[in-house]
């Protein structure tokens, strides 16, 4: 006759704790799920000298202080900067192309200021300004706008300069775009603020550029 094999009462309440454990693990799970993971979106900033941060340290350049902006708003945006110094809007449009074979779901355009610094004709500008925003709304139907508007200095001429400003003006109001009425606001004419070449923003400078940027571009990120 054969005994059959009792199971200890010890091993019977670790397997019961067990049991209810995985339960409960179970139960939680189903109450409260796994949060769906953050999708980043990217905001792309098609500029020049302004936007590469000229003279200092890409740290410290008006983007890179923005990207800082957005993680502290926790909000799920990466700034990829595509700032090359000495770039025209013709220059920026050649670039667009490339630019745009990556995703993206945001677009600041800082461009213009050396066309003016040259006296390029404003009917080419607003035109190779026009087709960057035309192209990646093409590409891109749902993509966010937001374009830094430029101020020339005085000595190149009342007519000029006034034609200058309000070509940004006229580009943001006919494309229903966000506009940034002046990128330099409260930087452009103070030596404090500026290399010594009196165009490119030192440190500090940036910081500033950066207050006139995001004052724009926070609500066009929420």
């Not at 993206?104 to 404003?122: K, V």
């Not at 943001?172 to 990128?183: G, K």
């Not at 004419?189 to 910081?207: C, F, T, Y």
Request: aromatic share 6%; charged share 20%; with cysteine.
């Amino acid at each position: 006759m054969t005994r059959r094999h009792r199971v200890p009462r010890i091993l019977w309440v670790v397997l019961c704790i067990g049991w209810m454990s995985c339960g409960l693990q179970a139960a939680e799970t189903a109450l409260n799920p796994a949060p769906a993971p953050v999708v980043e979106k990217t905001l792309v900033v098609l500029g020049d000298s302004l936007s590469a941060g000229f003279g200092v340290d890409p740290a410290e350049a008006w983007p890179a202080r923005i990207q800082e902006k957005i993680r502290e708003a926790r909000l799920p945006w990466k700034l990829v900067n595509a700032g090359v110094s000495g770039d025209t809007s013709a220059g920026g449009l050649r670039r667009l192309d490339w630019i745009l074979r990556r995703p993206l779901e945001a677009l600041l355009i800082e461009l213009g200021g050396n066309d003016g610094l040259r006296g390029l004709p404003l009917a080419a500008t607003r035109t190779n300004l026009q087709v960057v925003i035309d192209r990646t709304r093409a590409k891109y139907p749902q993509v966010r706008i937001v374009i830094a508007g430029m101020k020339m200095p005085e000595n190149l001429g009342e007519s000029y300069t006034r034609q200058f400003e309000g070509l940004y003006r006229d580009l943001a109001e006919t494309n229903r775009v966000a506009l940034i009425p002046f990128l330099l606001d409260g930087v452009g004419g103070r030596p404090e603020l500026n290399l010594p070449d009196q165009i490119h923003p030192n440190a500090e400078g940036h910081r500033r550029v950066a207050t006139n940027v995001w004052q724009v571009l926070q609500p066009v990120l929420q």
